[in-house]
């Protein structure tokens, strides 16, 4: 007995009603993505292993999926490294390329090769597929796609005010309210500071960046297992609670951070993005400052982001944030850059529960459905045929002379709005029988009159 087929956990398979809501997505996406001045790039779906090791901290590592490599990998390891079964010696012999994680850290390696060819700053964006070795669950997928804008080669915050408005933008045509949390990694690393954590500055920032998904107790307790001192985290516990407007919080942090220049330096540049953003105004998004909000990723520098759905308990849509040296890891020094990144999955998971597909997505189809009586008939029905894709209208013809009832069938089922009869008597005449589907009303043309009744119609 066959097995049945099946596919890995946390990857689907879509329906063309799927591949339609998701294109919508995507044209929306890359509509606002051009209108701000972005230009699109593709990178490979893998790439060397030491280009993404390293990058996204421990447990970003861990979630990366390595590729074996090919023919007999096992025979160059170490026979020690197998005996005491060290995963981690042996990934390095016998994997030497890995799924990309991200787009931002193979964009980092596309900038630093392809350096003398671009014009700085570069704006690109990327809708591609990503992987990781997480476990699944809703919203959440091993395999999803990423729409990610970034400019490299410019410090300026007025990056951060466009990049919000971007978010804005899009997220307001797909009719999503959404709020947008903005935090910034000098403040989280002058917290880290003054509270004498600046040695434990990863551990600390994973760990209050689970706030929202393990709360307080939580988080405090992970950060006593990674070495942060109770009277370490005494210090950061107002943070848990801190209330007011972004200008009040901002006002708070600024005498907590008195004594670190970076943490206020922090403070500065976040006061200008807000300020800014309330002069300028948001069309139906929010923004809200996000002290908790670190976002695990080792590289961020500067101001990051996420994004969430007011209307939908999902976690995160959106994010990014500001990486003042990621292509120095490959060569290439002082290249600030920014970047966002749009999760087409959950987005999608977001537009389906508050029914925002209705009257948007219209499946691929013909706009005619030329019948099949016969190996003549459907010959001559050939020349039409042809015309019309050539006229740009969508056309097809049943590929089988089967009954007609069951041709008529697949046209209602596809809901094509007219088809074309011909059968002996248009045969002889060369005529084309053209019957409108919803009212049953039928004509008899010529080819150009067949044209130019389905053109006008």
Request: overall charge negative; some cysteine.
């Amino acid at each position: 007995m066959a097995q049945k087929p099946g596919i890995p956990k946390g990857t689907r398979d879509f329906s063309p009603t799927e591949v339609a809501k998701r294109d919508y997505i995507f044209a929306i996406i890359k509509k606002h993505f051009e209108l701000f001045g972005f230009q699109p790039i593709e990178t490979p779906s893998f790439e060397n292993s030491s280009t993404l090791l390293g990058k996204y901290g421990e447990e970003g590592d861990r979630l990366i999926f390595k590729i074996l490599n090919s023919g007999d990998f096992l025979a160059k390891a170490d026979e020690n490294f197998l005996k005491d079964k060290n995963s981690s010696k042996v990934t390095a012999q016998i994997s030497e390329k890995a799924l990309r994680y991200d787009l931002t850290v193979p964009f980092a390696r596309y900038v630093v090769q392809h350096q003398n060819e671009l014009v700085f700053p570069f704006k690109r964006y990327q809708m591609q597929p990503v992987w990781r070795a997480d476990r699944p669950q809703k919203g959440r997928f091993r395999e999803f796609y990423q729409c990610d804008a970034d400019v490299i080669g410019s410090k300026s915050l007025l990056q951060e005010v466009e990049f919000i408005q971007l978010y804005d933008a899009i997220f307001s045509e797909l009719g999503v309210t959404a709020t947008i949390k903005l935090n910034n990694r000098k403040i989280l690393s002058g917290i880290a500071e003054i509270i004498g954590a600046k040695d434990k500055l990863i551990n600390f920032t994973v760990a209050l960046d689970k706030l929202d998904k393990i709360g307080e107790e939580g988080v405090v307790n992970e950060m006593l297992t990674k070495g942060i001192s109770q009277e370490a985290i005494a210090k950061v516990k107002p943070l848990f609670e801190l209330s007011g407007t972004s200008e009040e919080k901002l006002d708070t942090l600024k005498g907590l951070l008195a004594s670190s220049d970076e943490g206020l330096q922090g403070v500065q540049d976040l006061r200008f993005v807000i300020e800014s953003i309330s002069k300028l105004g948001l069309d139906q998004s929010k923004l809200e400052l996000d002290v908790t909000l670190a976002r695990g990723l080792n590289y961020y520098t500067g101001a990051i982001f996420e994004v969430v759905a007011n209307d939908v308990k999902l976690g995160s849509i959106g994010g990014g944030g500001r990486y003042d040296d990621l292509t120095g890891i490959f060569g290439l020094k002082d290249m600030s850059g920014i970047g966002i990144s749009f999760g087409l999955d959950r987005i999608y998971l977001v537009l389906e529960e508050l029914g925002l597909f209705k009257q948007v997505v219209e499946l691929p189809k013909p706009k005619v459905l030329f019948l099949n009586f016969g190996e003549a008939e459907a010959n001559y029905c050939l020349e039409a045929l042809k015309a019309f894709r050539e006229s740009d209208i969508k056309a097809e013809i049943y590929p089988d002379a089967f009954k007609i009832k069951k041709q008529l069938n697949y046209a209602n089922k596809r809901e094509i709005e007219f088809v074309v009869l011909v059968g002996e008597e248009e045969l002889q005449r060369k005529r084309y029988t053209l019957k409108q589907m919803n009212s049953g009303e039928q004509q008899t043309l010529d080819l150009e009159e067949l044209l130019q009744a389905v053109r006008n119609s």
